[in-house]
Protein backbone atom coordinates (compact mmCIF):
# COMPACT_ATOMS: atom_id res chain seq x y z
CA UNK A 1 0.00 0.00 0.00
CA UNK A 2 0.97 3.65 -0.39
CA UNK A 3 2.56 5.50 2.51
CA UNK A 4 3.32 9.27 1.80
CA UNK A 5 5.09 10.22 4.57
CA UNK A 6 7.84 11.14 2.00
CA UNK A 7 6.88 13.19 -0.96
CA UNK A 8 8.17 15.94 -3.18
CA UNK A 9 6.14 18.65 -5.17
CA UNK A 10 5.76 20.61 -7.56
CA UNK A 11 3.37 23.52 -9.49
CA UNK A 12 1.60 21.95 -12.36
CA UNK A 13 -1.02 24.53 -14.68
CA UNK A 14 -4.76 23.48 -14.86
CA UNK A 15 -4.53 24.00 -18.29
CA UNK A 16 -8.43 25.79 -18.44
CA UNK A 17 -9.83 29.32 -16.83
CA UNK A 18 -11.73 27.98 -13.99
CA UNK A 19 -14.83 30.75 -12.77
CA UNK A 20 -15.07 30.55 -8.96
CA UNK A 21 -18.06 32.86 -7.96
CA UNK A 22 -16.26 36.05 -9.14
CA UNK A 23 -12.83 34.63 -9.29
CA UNK A 24 -11.27 33.66 -12.56
CA UNK A 25 -8.73 31.44 -11.98
CA UNK A 26 -6.49 31.40 -14.61
CA UNK A 27 -3.65 28.58 -15.43
CA UNK A 28 -1.14 30.54 -14.47
CA UNK A 29 -2.21 30.47 -11.09
CA UNK A 30 -0.15 29.05 -8.21
CA UNK A 31 -2.96 27.77 -6.15
CA UNK A 32 -5.01 25.77 -9.18
CA UNK A 33 -3.16 22.47 -9.62
CA UNK A 34 -0.79 20.85 -7.36
CA UNK A 35 0.93 17.53 -7.89
CA UNK A 36 3.18 15.56 -5.69
CA UNK A 37 4.78 12.13 -6.13
CA UNK A 38 5.78 9.07 -3.44
CA UNK A 39 9.65 8.80 -3.13
CA UNK A 40 11.16 5.51 -2.65
CA UNK A 41 8.00 3.41 -3.11
CA UNK A 42 7.05 1.24 -6.28
CA UNK A 43 4.16 3.58 -7.01
CA UNK A 44 4.30 5.28 -10.41
CA UNK A 45 0.89 7.27 -10.42
CA UNK A 46 0.73 11.24 -10.23
CA UNK A 47 -1.59 12.64 -7.45
CA UNK A 48 -3.08 16.04 -7.82
CA UNK A 49 -5.14 18.33 -6.19
CA UNK A 50 -7.17 20.29 -8.49
CA UNK A 51 -10.50 22.52 -8.84
CA UNK A 52 -13.51 19.86 -9.00
CA UNK A 53 -15.33 19.47 -12.40
CA UNK A 54 -18.62 18.58 -13.59
CA UNK A 55 -16.63 15.32 -15.19
CA UNK A 56 -15.74 14.26 -11.27
CA UNK A 57 -19.34 13.37 -11.16
CA UNK A 58 -19.11 9.66 -11.15
CA UNK A 59 -16.03 9.85 -9.36
CA UNK A 60 -16.98 11.87 -6.43
CA UNK A 61 -20.40 9.95 -6.32
CA UNK A 62 -18.21 6.92 -5.52
CA UNK A 63 -16.65 7.84 -2.00
CA UNK A 64 -19.75 10.59 -1.41
CA UNK A 65 -22.18 7.59 -1.56
CA UNK A 66 -20.06 6.03 1.75
CA UNK A 67 -21.75 6.70 5.32
CA UNK A 68 -18.41 6.13 6.83
CA UNK A 69 -17.01 8.82 4.64
CA UNK A 70 -19.89 11.33 5.13
CA UNK A 71 -20.44 10.23 9.46
CA UNK A 72 -18.43 13.68 10.26
CA UNK A 73 -19.28 15.82 7.17
CA UNK A 74 -22.40 18.16 7.94
CA UNK A 75 -23.58 17.64 4.46
CA UNK A 76 -25.79 14.09 3.57
CA UNK A 77 -24.60 11.48 2.30
CA UNK A 78 -24.83 11.78 -1.73
CA UNK A 79 -27.06 8.94 -3.20
CA UNK A 80 -27.02 9.33 -7.12
CA UNK A 81 -24.78 11.31 -10.09
CA UNK A 82 -27.47 13.67 -10.28
CA UNK A 83 -26.96 15.19 -6.52
CA UNK A 84 -22.99 14.33 -6.92
CA UNK A 85 -23.32 16.81 -9.96
CA UNK A 86 -25.54 19.36 -8.30
CA UNK A 87 -23.28 19.22 -5.33
CA UNK A 88 -20.29 20.11 -7.64
CA UNK A 89 -21.84 22.73 -9.51
CA UNK A 90 -23.37 24.53 -6.54
CA UNK A 91 -21.08 24.14 -3.41
CA UNK A 92 -18.04 22.88 -4.58
CA UNK A 93 -16.62 24.93 -7.74
CA UNK A 94 -18.36 28.36 -6.09
CA UNK A 95 -16.49 27.63 -2.95
CA UNK A 96 -13.32 29.92 -2.20
CA UNK A 97 -10.91 27.12 -2.14
CA UNK A 98 -12.29 23.64 -2.64
CA UNK A 99 -9.70 21.03 -4.04
CA UNK A 100 -10.19 17.50 -5.50
CA UNK A 101 -7.75 15.11 -4.01
CA UNK A 102 -6.85 13.00 -7.15
CA UNK A 103 -5.33 10.01 -8.00
CA UNK A 104 -4.44 9.46 -11.77
CA UNK A 105 -6.90 12.10 -12.21
CA UNK A 106 -9.62 10.49 -10.61
CA UNK A 107 -11.29 12.44 -7.78
CA UNK A 108 -10.94 10.22 -4.30
CA UNK A 109 -11.25 13.09 -1.52
CA UNK A 110 -11.04 16.79 -0.93
CA UNK A 111 -9.43 19.22 1.02
CA UNK A 112 -10.85 22.59 1.44
CA UNK A 113 -10.22 26.15 3.46
CA UNK A 114 -12.76 28.63 3.30
CA UNK A 115 -11.77 32.43 4.75
CA UNK A 116 -14.45 33.86 6.94
CA UNK A 117 -15.52 37.44 6.70
CA UNK A 118 -14.88 40.90 7.18
CA UNK A 119 -13.10 41.58 10.69
CA UNK A 120 -12.67 37.84 10.90
CA UNK A 121 -11.04 37.13 7.24
CA UNK A 122 -7.46 36.55 8.97
CA UNK A 123 -8.96 33.26 10.00
CA UNK A 124 -9.94 30.42 7.87
CA UNK A 125 -12.00 27.08 8.25
CA UNK A 126 -10.03 23.31 7.09
CA UNK A 127 -11.94 20.46 6.36
CA UNK A 128 -11.33 17.34 4.22
CA UNK A 129 -12.11 14.04 3.42
CA UNK A 130 -11.18 11.33 1.59
CA UNK A 131 -12.64 7.61 0.33
CA UNK A 132 -12.37 5.13 2.83
CA UNK A 133 -10.59 2.92 0.85
CA UNK A 134 -7.53 5.21 0.91
CA UNK A 135 -7.63 5.90 4.85
CA UNK A 136 -4.35 5.01 6.92
CA UNK A 137 -2.34 5.69 3.92
CA UNK A 138 -1.18 9.20 4.56
CA UNK A 139 -2.74 10.87 1.54
CA UNK A 140 -4.39 13.40 2.95
CA UNK A 141 -1.66 14.56 5.37
CA UNK A 142 0.64 14.91 2.56
CA UNK A 143 -2.16 16.91 0.57
CA UNK A 144 -2.76 19.39 3.55
CA UNK A 145 1.09 19.87 3.79
CA UNK A 146 1.14 20.72 -0.28
CA UNK A 147 -2.54 23.15 0.56
CA UNK A 148 -1.12 24.89 3.46
CA UNK A 149 1.37 27.36 1.76
CA UNK A 150 -0.69 27.38 -1.54
CA UNK A 151 -3.20 28.79 0.90
CA UNK A 152 -1.67 31.30 2.50
CA UNK A 153 -0.10 32.50 -0.76
CA UNK A 154 -3.81 32.37 -2.43
CA UNK A 155 -5.18 34.71 0.79
CA UNK A 156 -2.46 36.62 2.02
CA UNK A 157 -4.60 38.68 4.56
CA UNK A 158 -4.72 34.91 6.05
CA UNK A 159 -3.02 34.45 9.65
CA UNK A 160 -4.78 31.27 11.06
CA UNK A 161 -6.16 28.12 10.04
CA UNK A 162 -8.37 26.20 12.49
CA UNK A 163 -10.17 22.79 12.17
CA UNK A 164 -12.93 21.63 14.22
CA UNK A 165 -12.21 17.61 15.09
CA UNK A 166 -15.07 15.44 16.97
CA UNK A 167 -13.88 13.77 20.13
CA UNK A 168 -14.17 10.48 18.85
CA UNK A 169 -12.56 11.13 15.34
CA UNK A 170 -9.35 10.14 16.34
CA UNK A 171 -7.91 9.19 12.31
CA UNK A 172 -8.54 13.10 11.71
CA UNK A 173 -7.19 14.57 14.79
CA UNK A 174 -3.95 12.22 13.77
CA UNK A 175 -3.60 14.07 10.35
CA UNK A 176 -4.11 17.31 11.76
CA UNK A 177 -0.91 16.86 14.57
CA UNK A 178 0.86 15.32 11.71
CA UNK A 179 0.79 18.00 9.84
CA UNK A 180 1.73 20.34 12.71
CA UNK A 181 -1.56 21.71 13.63
CA UNK A 182 -1.15 22.90 17.48
CA UNK A 183 -4.48 21.43 19.39
CA UNK A 184 -5.49 24.27 21.59
CA UNK A 185 -8.57 23.10 23.63
CA UNK A 186 -11.65 21.38 23.96
CA UNK A 187 -15.25 22.69 23.11
CA UNK A 188 -17.83 20.86 24.72
CA UNK A 189 -21.38 20.74 22.90
CA UNK A 190 -20.30 23.19 20.52
CA UNK A 191 -20.71 21.75 17.07
CA UNK A 192 -23.98 20.44 15.47
CA UNK A 193 -23.98 17.55 13.14
CA UNK A 194 -26.24 15.11 11.77
CA UNK A 195 -29.37 15.61 14.25
CA UNK A 196 -26.78 16.03 17.62
CA UNK A 197 -24.48 18.68 19.39
CA UNK A 198 -21.18 17.33 19.54
CA UNK A 199 -18.08 18.25 21.56
CA UNK A 200 -15.18 19.59 19.01
CA UNK A 201 -11.51 19.61 19.55
CA UNK A 202 -10.05 22.86 17.70
CA UNK A 203 -6.49 23.15 16.35
CA UNK A 204 -4.85 25.72 14.65
CA UNK A 205 -2.37 26.58 12.24
CA UNK A 206 -0.56 29.71 11.58
CA UNK A 207 0.82 31.38 9.02
CA UNK A 208 4.51 31.50 10.97
CA UNK A 209 4.02 27.54 11.67
CA UNK A 210 6.18 25.02 10.50
CA UNK A 211 5.13 21.93 8.60
CA UNK A 212 6.06 19.09 10.36
CA UNK A 213 8.44 16.93 8.57
Not at 37 to 62: C, G, I, M, Y
Not at 80 to 96: K, N, T
Not at 129 to 141: D, F, L, M
Amino acid sequence: MFKAENFQFQVVPFHEVVGVGDIQWPESDVAVGISFHALNVKWTTQDSLRPFRPSDAEDFLAWARDDKVTHYLRWKTITSREEALIYIQQVAIPHPWRQSICLDNHSIGYISVKPESSNDRHRAHVGYAIGSEYWGQGIVTAALKIAIPIVFEKFPFLVRLEALVEEDNVGSQKVLEKVGFVREGFLRKYGFNKGEIRDMFIYSFLKTDKIAS
